[in-house]
């Protein structure tokens, strides 16, 4: 078996032997609807990662086109107590794909984070807008250009003279 | 299976709380902006509206922030409540008042150093993160760990699980009027942390569970420390069903309170004592053991209405199920290594560095530059006291993470706030924060 739900299955070594399909962007909302009605009735987690200047072999499977963003999906099926997981590539030119909201509705805070973070927008979502930021804030932390440091203290009635 | 909760006789309709009434069968529905529960609306808006003058003639929505410091909010959670007159119609949780980035400041600390950030996120019970960031790591290293540092890790997490509930019952008491819990509560964690500080040299923040096993063995004496711990918190735990269980207050202010459905739990991701308390029998220890679970004789405690009663009931009783654990653990404990004796993770012993040049050299070098991590990405994930807590991480082969993330189950969690607190008063609104249970340094990070 080298696909599931017409995505293509990881190669085992880097998920040290847990299940990781990789669906295309197109494919997203696909797969995931399938995997929901195939019994993975709770989205766990969803995270995205930054890989602009990864240095190791990426290792995907043949056909996935390594993309700079790589928005993470985990899903649970408490029925067979089976975890899958989900990465889909994104281009760093346009950074979306579409919300997951409609079929785990826990999705909204953590693709709310992922926005917040990443800067990848969720077609779709609810409510698109950051969640651990401040509203103003401008940038997206957690990705790999954003420097860490040397950031003045930002408090919404200060003139941050520095 | 032990169900806590067929124990009340009394059904969430027969209570008298001021919750009930506004889903109360034949009860008037306020009239709304729309249906939903989650107040989504910025804060910049929020402000807009909030900044108008009350006009009598408007339909008497009300807008109220409550927090970030309010003293029921547990710690800086800050509220949107939209209001007809008491009853909340939508709320939203604003968050991010502690985010310091510690996923960020993660990605530029070693393996070695990880734990000192993540004990930090959760910080009522850091052993579950050290411990999940640990099993993580050892993941991609492909190692294994000595069977006594993962009998000792079982051992100070449950306690860990035990303090961080009896912080639960002193909260939670204390914002519902039970001030006397609120003493007792904290009294009795101060003991368990007590044993934590003899072991790991500290309260709070350990850095105990390393990866490769722990940071030092347990003192010689502590069988009986840990004989005497169970012994003072299981009697105590009877007086805290005479004095909250059974108590008509008590029970008037959480049952029917707050009621949410497996299903519902289930969509909105929640796990822990909030998937526990609607119906769901889910425990990561008992469905997908890690450690040595399955060698432990417990049960799941399990709940049947959702309501903030359950949810207190669980906690309750699943400190008694932890001690029952860590009275097997006593029995159990096998002689033998705290750690790994995998030189490339663990540092040689303190001995040989005055006897070894070799020694020397790599004790800096493991203590500098850290161990290199095989590429590749890992989910690991433990049952801690406030649901799944997992950690999502990905190496590129050197010896600083590429990428920590963790899935923290209070974030996850407070997107029920909105569908629980939905048409309750806003004084059950406190007790449903509390049977929630958010640690905002979990939520923020």
Not at chain 2, 156 to 174: D, K, P, Q
Request: aromatic share 8%; with cysteine; glycine share 8%.
């Amino acid at each position: 078996m080298t696909e599931r739900y017409g995505a293509p299955l990881g190669v085992d070594r880097p998920s040290r032997g847990q299940a990781v399909i990789h669906p295309s962007r197109s494919q997203w909302t696909d797969v995931a609807t399938a995997a929901r009605a195939d019994g993975f009735d709770q989205l766990i987690d969803l995270t995205a990662v930054d890989y602009l200047n990864y240095s190791a072999d990426r290792s995907l499977p043949e056909g996935v086109q390594p993309e700079r963003f790589e928005v993470v999906a985990s899903l649970m099926s408490h029925e067979r107590r089976e975890r899958l997981r989900m990465r889909v590539q994104v281009p760093a030119d346009n950074p979306s794909v579409s919300t997951l909201f409609d079929l785990w509705p826990g999705a909204e805070n953590l693709e709310r984070e992922v926005y917040d973070m990443f800067g990848v927008v969720f077609e779709g979502h609810p409510d698109p807008s950051r969640i651990l930021m401040p509203e103003d804030w401008s940038g997206h932390p957690l990705r790999k250009d954003y420097d860490s440091g040397q950031i003045p203290v930002q408090f919404k009635a200060a003139s941050n003279v520095r | 299976m032990t169900d806590t909760a067929a124990a009340d006789e009394a059904s969430p309709e027969t209570t008298i709380t001021g919750a009930a009434a506004g889903s109360a069968p034949g009860a008037e529905r306020v009239s709304r902006r729309e249906p939903s529960a989650v107040l989504r609306m910025s804060e910049a808006e929020a402000a807009e509206i909030g900044g108008d003058p009350d006009d009598p003639d408007d339909d008497e929505l009300a807008l109220l922030n409550m927090g970030p410091s309010h003293p029921s909010t547990h710690g800086v959670l800050r509220l949107m409540l939209e209001l007809s007159g008491e009853t909340v119609l939508r709320s939203k949780p604003v968050i991010g008042y502690l985010h310091t980035g510690m996923e960020k400041t993660g990605e530029n600390l070693t393996y070695l150093q990880g734990g000192t950030n993540v004990t930090r996120m959760d910080y009522v019970s850091p052993l579950f993160n050290e411990l999940v960031f640990s099993l993580a790591t050892e993941r991609l290293l492909g190692i294994e760990v000595p069977e006594r540092a993962t009998w000792i890790r079982m051992l100070m997490c449950e306690l860990n699980r035990v303090a961080s509930h009896l912080l639960f019952l002193a909260t939670g008491g204390m914002e519902l009027g039970a001030v006397s819990m609120m003493i007792y509560g904290w009294r009795e964690r101060e003991e368990v942390l007590r044993f934590f500080e003899k072991v790991t040299g500290l309260r709070m923040n350990h850095n105990y569970i390393r990866p490769g096993g722990v940071a030092a063995d347990l003192p010689a004496d502590w069988r009986s420390d840990v004989a005497e711990l169970i012994e003072l918190i299981e009697p105590r735990l009877d007086e805290y069903d005479t004095l909250l269980t059974g108590q008509p207050i008590w029970r008037e202010r959480l049952q029917g309170v707050g009621i949410i459905t497996a299903a519902e739990a289930v969509a909105l991701g929640a796990t822990g004592p909030l998937l526990r308390g609607a119906g769901m029998a889910w425990d990561l220890r008992r469905d997908e053991p890690y450690l040595f679970y399955d060698q432990m004789d417990f049960d799941v405690i399990v709940g049947t209405h959702g309501d903030c009663y359950d949810r207190y009931a669980i906690r309750l009783n699943e400190i008694r199920e932890s001690l029952r654990i860590v009275a097997q653990i006593i029995d159990a404990m096998p002689s033998g290594d705290y750690r790994t004796q995998d030189k490339k993770v663990t540092p040689p012993p303190r001995a040989r560095i005055d006897a070894s040049m070799e020694a020397l050299i790599h004790h800096f070098k493991i203590f500098t530059e850290g161990f290199k991590v095989p590429a590749g990405e890992v989910y690991a994930a433990v049952e801690s006291p406030r649901g799944e807590l997992g950690v999502y991480l990905v190496s590129d082969g050197t010896s600083v993470p590429y990428r920590v993330h963790v899935r923290a189950p209070s974030f996850v969690n407070l997107q029920t706030l909105p569908h629980l607190m939905q048409d309750g008063v806003i004084a059950d609104g406190i007790a449903i924060i509390g049977s929630v249970d958010p640690i905002m340094g979990d939520v923020d990070r």
